[in-house]
């Protein structure tokens, strides 16, 4: 894997994107692992290393943050998220392909360049329009996957300087995606400088990221972990735009993630057209929500303890009327929530996912051991947690037979929540 130098495990106070002090805390999940550290087996509990998970707000530019960094080359070494395993994923993929090619004119003369493009699940759907393609990624892990089915991947953190190199090479984009990759990066100035760097004249740049108005109204909290080192709000998105010589001019909300939001940007000089009504409306909810102050932020963190209630009293109930309770989609929202409510493997005896890189591990903190869906099957549970509740629909098909012995389906966030 490429690496961004060496970056040190460190707590931080400033802002990691204005440099202004941090300010309240937003949430506060105790101490945990990486939720992507998986373990091989039980010997490897005793080297397992857990760190600080607590979001705060920078008053000056609004963005929220972690306040504790772990290095990225700890946290994506050995990553096992690979996106082709989600159908629903797969499907949002190809509706965006559709929709860019159509909108922005891609042909055979334009360069498609995805941050973070993972196994190659989104690019693939523009090999068959003759559309050249780049995927820029830095688990080695992944790219080998997308490489088998037609998409180069360079095996880099993408950044400024990365950016450079390949426009010094006469490579830049007509089109940049950057899909669930800004709330990963620890340099969001670096980052961005680089779409900056490696969009052509008059490109576009669209990405996508979890909303942080979502997240503080339905009681997200499972969606921070480290390797979340950031939480956008379309505010605090404009003003780092800004601040490189990028504007926003559109937006999408999207039902992913529990809610995100798609921007659509290109460079401030080449902008031509006002502001749309999408955008106007974003900015007037996150005004109307109290993003940019602390109120909206103090309410979120009692709502969040009140999951952890709720979580409790379900699972303690659960395993003193003798009922069982087993988990489905090791997800690393999941792990959040399994480590902040303190679960056990008395409480839930394991967890099922269809991806085959993560079956035999074991979770990281709970030590709850992942299984394959037909272990799931046959054990007949009384209770499923859908722990990738975003996928909750996805999951439910998947899983229908559960219902021939009355086993029930549980989702524990925004709220806990049993399914009759």
Partial sequence: MATVGKMMNRAITACRACNAQLGAVVADLGQQPPSNAYLASVGDIGNERRYPLRVRLCSACTLVQLDY?????ELFRDYSYFSSYSDEWMSHARRYSDMAIERFGLGRSSL??????????????????GIPVLGIDPSDTVAEAAAKIGVPTLVEFFGAAVAKRLADTGRTADLIIANNVLAHVPDVNDFVEGIAILLKRGGIATLEF????????????????????????????????????????????????????????????????????????????????????????????????????EFREFVEGAKASGKTVAAYGAAAKGNT?????????????????????????????????????????DAKPDYVLILPWNLKTEVLGQLQKIRDWGGRFVTAVPRLEVAE
Avoid: W
Wanted: net charge negative; with cysteine.
């Fill in 112 to 129: 498609v360049i995805e941050l973070a493009s993972n196994d190659g699940y989104l690019l693939r759907n523009f090999l068959p329009h």
């Fill in 337 to 377: 929530l399994l480590n902040y409510c303190g679960a056990t493997v008395d409480e839930i005896r394991f967890v099922a996912d269809r991806n085959p890189n993560k079956q035999s591990k074991l979770l990281p903190g709970t030590h709850i051991p992942i299984v394959s869906p037909a272990t799931l099957l």
């Fill in 69 to 73: 960094v772990v290095a990225p080359e």
């Fill in 210 to 309: 979890p909303h942080l108005l979502k997240l503080v109204l339905h009681r997200e909290f499972d969606t921070i972990y480290h390797e979340h080192y950031s939480y956008f709000s379309l505010l605090a998105v404009e003003k780092l735009f800004q601040r490189h010589g990028l504007a926003v001019f559109d937006v999408d909300e999207l039902p992913t993630h529990g809610g995100s939001l798609r921007v659509y940007a290109t460079r401030t000089r080449d902008r031509e057209a006002g502001d749309t009504a999408r955008l106007l409306k974003v900015r007037n909810d996150e005004l109307i929500a109290g993003l940019g102050s602390t109120d909206a932020y103090t309410r979120f963190a009692k709502a969040v303890e009140e999951c952890r209630i």
